[in-house]
Each structure stands twice: as structure tokens, then as C-alpha cells.
């Protein structure tokens, strides 16, 4: 058990580390996602990761949901539902899994719970009224 949760770690940390998970939040993400608000064309960053982090106890589960959406956003798995109706879907992204999962990690690691759970922008970033 532990000797295969060892070689599991090492093989994700080397993709971690070969690809940089803030570049590619800069080329593919910020046309679209500002970090803070106000918003661009679609939720700033750091509300929906707020919502992820409220919603995944794991950084495991966390990012399988995310990699997941970000490959093929739905309406019924959107952690942020609300966001639909104002920005509309977004788009399925074009990275491969690995990019996909270095972004993603980058992105999930970018929550302040300084902020407390709910992401701490009312009415702005943050469209979940159910998070209180
Ligand atoms: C063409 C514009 C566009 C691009 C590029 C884009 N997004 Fe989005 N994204 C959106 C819109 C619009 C929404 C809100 C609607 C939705 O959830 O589908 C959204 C929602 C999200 C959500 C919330 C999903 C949820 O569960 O509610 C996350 C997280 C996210 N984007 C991350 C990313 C990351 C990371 C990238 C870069 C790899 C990216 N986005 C690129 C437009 C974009």
C-alpha cells in the first residue's frame, strides 16, 4: 500500500514539475478568467475555487471533477451553476490530461480560506447564494 502511494506520488509529481501549472493558466485561461473580480467573460478564479474547496474535502476529488469539467464543462456537474445562466457554458478546453491536471492542481491551490469557504466577494465573484 504504501510502496504503490509512493510510486503513484512520484509519477504525479514529475508531470507537476516538468509543466507549469500558472503558465498555462496564463496562455489558456485568462482570456477568458480573471483571477479577482470584476469578471472577464466567465467567474473569476478564486470564487470557484472557493465553491471547490467547499465542496471536495480531497485535493484529490477536487481535481478530478475539475479535469474533468474543464474537458467537457456540463451544466449538471457545474460546481457553479449560476455562472451558466450569466457567462454561458464554457467551452471545452483543448490541453491534454497532464496539462489539464497541472492547471488544475495550480487553480486549486490558489484558494485563500483567509477568505473563508464561500470565496468572501458577495454579489460579485461569488453566485452561489446557497454557500453560507
Ligand atoms: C472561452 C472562455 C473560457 C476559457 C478559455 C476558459 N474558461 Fe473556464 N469558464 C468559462 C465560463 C463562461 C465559465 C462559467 C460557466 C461554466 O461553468 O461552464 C467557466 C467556468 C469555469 C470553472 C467553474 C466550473 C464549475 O464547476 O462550476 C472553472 C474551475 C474554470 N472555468 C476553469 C478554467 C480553466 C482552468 C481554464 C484554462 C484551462 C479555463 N477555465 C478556460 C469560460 C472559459
Redesign the pocket.
Known sequence: MTGMGLLFNTAADAATKTLDGQA??DR??T???AMNPPPK???P?IG??S??HNKFQTKEDGLN??VA??KL?K?Q?????Q??T??????P?P?SES??KA??GW?WDQYNPAMGACGGFRGQGRMNKSCN
Open positions: 498555462i493558466f489558456n485561461c482570456v477568458c478568467h467573460s466567465a467567474p478564479i470557484v475555487i465553491q471547490y471533477h475539475l469539467y474543464l464543462p451544466k456537474d457545474a460546481v457553479e451553476p455562472a451558466i450569466r457567462f454561458g457554458l464554457m467551452p478546453s490541453l496539462e489539464l492547471v488544475a487553480v
